[in-house]
């Protein structure tokens, strides 16, 4: 038997004994501080880390001498059925699956397993070897590191200003002889699932607040998503403020609607909150969710099937008939004959209207007083909500220094836990060790008073995905990056891949057009896997562009390096015989065989071109310019490569087809429309992108 020792955000966790014969662990007792006795690793045990730290310690033992006998060497290995990498013969990254567990190899000795995840990194590392993983930088951060145990001082009904009571929990630092500042967490996803993650920041010597939101879990009132979270989140920060335990400084972390729910808290303007993490934020209605562009995304049924009953149902996200249920017609039936009973919150989301009160008291980036909130923002080319994030970005751009982190990574919704992603695979470097560390940096430092550098630090880091490389800048967009225009053009046949579309960078001078039919009863495709809830993934869309009902603009091969850094916009000159039709636009890079890979995408419904707040539908073969935004990216196009752009009208299982009606997505009656696409001359359609010197 070896023992090993596990930590976690660089906090002993408890030691285990792995090897032939029944694993054995040593658990670390929160409460205490102090490690239990040895114990047999039980199932409920087993089950219990696989969630927490995402190891399984049991498969671990059993493989040990298999990981020790199969790493060896440099290049592509298969030990136990799974895939690992190495440049170097030490470190061994694991393949083709989500939160790898990643080996170090010394003489054939298995030394640390070391699992990157969205918001923690976990480490097993025999003792004596710390400082051959993250925990070194941990060790130089605190050297003498004191740890508080946990205490649960209760669970409390925090009254709002309407009279609602919300569930919340708070856990504090027992004997800590001072005030203390808070973290909060406010979740629709049940306070108590997964509140082990947070002990880490009670155990430095912050209080821990972890809240239902309104009408989720254990607090009262009425389930509407996004709706009540900005005086929610005001009335939660002055009760924090006002308890006896409170330094009265609040930061806030958590990514996706635990990331919404920063920025609609930090909308209030109330004083109290003095930083933020934000991890893969939600944004406002109609630029990420659940209208983007002003099409209903269809792709988050997933997540709303979850959410559909007062507690968390994740199990619901997973189904074999999507395709089906994304057929259900009209749409208000679509709760009841999915899952057998309604979604008010859904029935409301699905009403066809234009951006109006409703939509704005959601809207955090509209309703923003404007306050500097220290902000970590941390998100990734492949999130989807990455148009919450670029919302985020523009609030944070004028913070003056030391107020404003950005990481963005080659990462989906999941964050920093996948090497390779649906069509692409990165190096070893994709993946980061440190972010949690640089999370306690961000809090000491905004909430202690801490002088630790982290202010000094980038202000933004990103990573380029093609170089495989992370990267600095002074901020977001890149204050070095060009705009170019690659201009759309054709001699009118620019329908499928095989077409003569192209992309160049002198603005044509003869006018002309391409066209295509657009029947919403065979809508084209978004390629994604409903279940997994991960809509923007980059796929291989070299099929689908085969397509007559999808325009194909590309560049000549590239002679040299191309890198595109930062948020994409196009300038389209369409037409149509219908009242109204979505237009999505994608951006490609399409290798020397030909494939076709997608890397960012935009949306919108043509009535929404001038404001979401007011529809003016089309006149019949009139030309308008639609401005649309696509999600970012730093992507380097290499040498021998082409850039892509296509244009159409559908993209199934991201949208519902818009019906070519006035009723956009929530009609009954459908009708194929003749959309045009036009360039050249007084129609310049064109793509800008941020060029990378």
């Known amino acids: 038997m070896r023992n090993f020792d596990l930590y976690v955000s660089g906090i002993l966790y408890g030691r285990l004994r792995l090897g032939d014969g029944t694993p054995q662990i040593q658990k670390l007792d929160v409460h205490t501080g102090a490690l239990l006795d040895w114990q047999d690793l039980t199932d409920q045990d087993r089950d219990f880390y696989r969630s927490f730290v ?11 001498s298999h990981y020790e006998a199969g790493l060896q060497g440099t290049g592509d290995r298969t030990v136990c059925g799974e895939r690992y990498t190495s440049e170097d013969g030490h470190n061994y990254r694991q393949r083709d699956v989500k939160f790898p567990n990643n080996k170090l190899v010394e003489d054939g000795r298995l030394i640390a397993v070391i699992c990157p995840a969205r918001e923690m990194v976990c480490v097993l590392v025999e003792e004596g070897q710390e400082d051959r993983t993250i925990l070194r930088r941990w060790r130089q951060t605190w050297p003498d590191e004191p740890l508080w145990p946990v205490v649960h001082a209760g669970t409390f009904a925090v009254p709002m200003r309407d009279g609602v009571h919300l569930s919340t929990d708070v856990y504090l630092p027992g004997g800590c002889p001072d005030t203390v500042p808070a973290v909060l967490v406010r979740t629709p996803y049940g306070k108590e699932d997964g509140r082990e993650v947070y ?6 010597g912050y209080a821990v607040v972890v809240q239902d939101v309104r009408g989720r879990n254990e607090s009262e009132g009425k389930w509407l998503p996004n709706y009540y979270e900005v005086e929610d989140g005001d009335d939660t920060l002055n009760w924090i403020a006002a308890q006896d335990w409170s330094s009265g400084k609040v930061g806030m972390v958590g990514g996706s609607y635990l990331g919404y729910v920063q920025w609609a808290a930090a909308a209030s303007g109330n004083p109290h909150l003095k930083a933020l993490i934000s991890v893969v934020c939600a944004g406002s209605p109609f630029v990420d969710l659940p209208r983007r562009g002003g099409s209903f995304t269809s792709g988050m049924l997933a997540w709303a099937f979850a959410v559909s009953q007062k507690k968390f149902h994740p199990e619901l996200m997973e189904r074999d008939d ?81 107020s404003r982190k950005v990481i963005l990574g080659p990462w989906q919704h999941s964050g920093n836990s996948r090497y390779d992603l649906h069509a692409l695979s990165f190096r070893p470097e994709a993946l980061r060790f440190d972010l949690d560390l640089l999370y306690f940096q961000w809090f000491e430092h905004h909430l202690k008073g801490v002088d630790n550098g982290i202010d000094r630090t980038a202000p933004v880091e990103y990573y380029t995905v093609g170089q495989e490389q992370w990267k600095t800048a002074e901020n977001w967009p890149l204050p070095q990056a060009r705009p170019a225009s690659l201009y759309l053009d054709s001699d009118g046949h620019a329908n499928t891949s095989a077409g ?7 603005r044509p001078d003869t006018e002309s057009r391409d066209q295509y039919i657009y029947d919403p009863e065979h809508p084209s495709l978004h390629i994604i896997d409903m279940s997994e809830n991960e809509i923007e993934v980059p796929e291989d869309y070299t099929r689908e562009e085969q397509r007559p009902d999808l325009l194909c603009y590309t560049t000549d091969v590239l002679t040299r390096d191309l890198v595109i850094t930062g948020d994409m916009e196009a300038e389209l000159y369409i037409s149509s015989d219908a009242p109204d039709t979505d237009f999505i636009l994608r951006v490609t890079d399409v290798d020397e065989n030909g494939r076709s890979v997608k890397l960012a995408d935009g949306v919108l419904s043509a009535r929404y071109r001038n404001g979401f ?65 036009w360039h050249g001359g007084r129609y310049a359609s064109r793509l800008v992108v941020p060029v990378e010197p």
């Open 199 to 204: 002990y880490r920041y009670v155990q430095r």
């Open 500 to 506: 003569d579309g192209r992309l160049t960078l002198e």
């Open 613 to 677: 707040d007011h529809a003016e539908f089309l006149e019949q073969d009139q030309v308008v310019c639609l401005k649309i935004r696509t999600t970012k990216l730093s992507h380097c196009f290499r040498a021998g490569h082409r850039l892509r752009v296509t244009v159409t009208s559908s993209a199934k299982n991201f949208l519902f087809p818009h019906s070519n009606t006035r009723e956009n997505y929530n009609s009954s009656r459908t009708v194929a429309a003749r959309n045009a696409l």
């Open 54 to 64: 995402k190891m399984d310690f049991a498969a671990l033992g059993q493989n040990l």
């Open 322 to 402: 999507w395709e089906e249920v994304l057929n259900i017609r009209p749409l208000t039936d679509l709760p009841r004959k999915a899952l057998g009973y309604d979604v008010p919150f859904l029935t409301k989301w699905l009403e066809p209207g234009d951006y109006n009160d409703f939509w704005r008291r959601s809207n955090w980036r509209e309703r923003s007083q404007g306050a500097v909130i220290p902000a970590l923002i941390q998100s990734g080319w492949f999130d989807d909500n990455g148009m919450g994030t670029t919302e985020a970005l523009e609030i944070a751009h004028d913070f003056p220094p030391g």
